[in-house]
């Protein structure tokens, strides 16, 4: 319905605070969300920086929130990257961050996670700089709508990165499915996206804020990929740890994938 679908990305735009979400970034707090953060962490890892990995001029981020993990690995083999969200209060914490500003979230334990994944556990204030180098943008975006980035106009990317957004954006699966249909027309034929987040989560929590999410299901995700145009290359997924409790959000496992743009 329309009114449900113009109504979802206010919900963010009034009630999503950046600060409280980054909670879930405090690595050392909470086991469950340290094994998600770490899941998406290695993959990005090894879809950007092993041998063969993905690269190329743009990459553009599809609902960034205020966080900058998703880029880490990818900043050191895109020329560019454009970091895009719906809410003002998620660019803005975004920009604190690219700009060192006071009060900016400290990111450190995490890129330097990173690279030591990378190897290299001593670069981390390089690789800090590099990302703060590579992002150019922070553009306002809403992947409801059929030009999802727009009054920008921007060269097809080479490849896109969306992590935690479908699930929060589409109010329904028609919804998700047209997404992915926006997503690809920002893309260059044959280029990658690459997609993560939960499996069959019905809701999460920013601070003492509430948010319904979609629960999407490996099947549906899989299914709405072909038929949106798109060729799965690689899917990484994993249960949610039987130990440990996080009753911040409901979702049943992690997925992270590979899909390139058929034509
Ligand atoms: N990608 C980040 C943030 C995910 S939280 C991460 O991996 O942690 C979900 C994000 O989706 C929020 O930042 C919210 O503002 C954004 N969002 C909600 N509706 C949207 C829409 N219609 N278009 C684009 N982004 C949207």
Redesign the pocket.
């Known amino acids: 319905m329309a009114f449900q679908e113009s109504t979802?990305?206010d919900?963010?735009?009034a009630n999503?605070e950046?600060t409280a979400?980054l909670d879930?970034?405090k690595l050392g707090q909470n086991p469950l969300s340290d094994e998600f953060l770490h899941f998406?962490l290695k993959h990005y890892n090894a879809t950007f920086k092993s041998a063969g990995g993905l690269k190329g001029k743009l990459l553009i981020?599809?609902?960034?929130?205020?966080?900058i993990?998703?880029l880490l690995s990818a900043c050191e083999s895109f020329e560019e990257i454009i970091a895009?969200?719906?809410?003002d209060k998620?660019r803005l914490e975004l920009e604190k961050w690219l700009k060192k500003m006071p009060g900016a979230f400290d990111w450190s334990p995490v890129v330097k996670y990173v690279c030591e994944l990378e190897g290299n556990r001593d670069k981390w204030t390089e690789k800090e700089e590099r990302l703060r180098r590579t992002v150019r943008q922070v553009l306002k975006?809403?992947?409801?709508?059929e030009r999802?980035l727009e009054p920008a106009v921007l060269p097809p990317a080479d490849c896109l990165?969306?992590?935690?957004?479908l699930?929060?954006?589409?109010p329904t699966l028609g919804a998700c499915r047209a997404?992915l249909r926006h997503l690809r027309t920002l893309l260059r034929p044959r280029g990658h996206l690459v997609l993560?987040?939960g499996f069959e989560t019905t809701f999460?929590m920013?601070g003492d804020k509430r948010?319904s999410a979609l629960p999407l299901e490996e099947k549906f995700l899989l299914e709405a990929l072909q038929e949106t145009g798109f060729t799965i290359e690689k899917l990484e997924k994993a249960q949610r740890p039987a130990e440990g409790s996080d009753d911040r959000s409901d979702y049943t496992g992690m997925f992270f994938l590979v899909a390139r743009r058929r034509d």
Do not use: H, R, W
Request: with cysteine; proline share 9%; aromatic share 20%.
């Open positions: 979802v990305p919900v963010y735009q999503f950046p979400y879930y970034f998406l981020d599809i609902g960034s929130g205020p966080t993990y998703q895009t969200d719906y809410t998620n975006c809403d992947i409801l709508k999802p990165i969306s992590s935690l957004c699930e929060a954006a589409c997404a993560s987040g999460y920013v948010f």
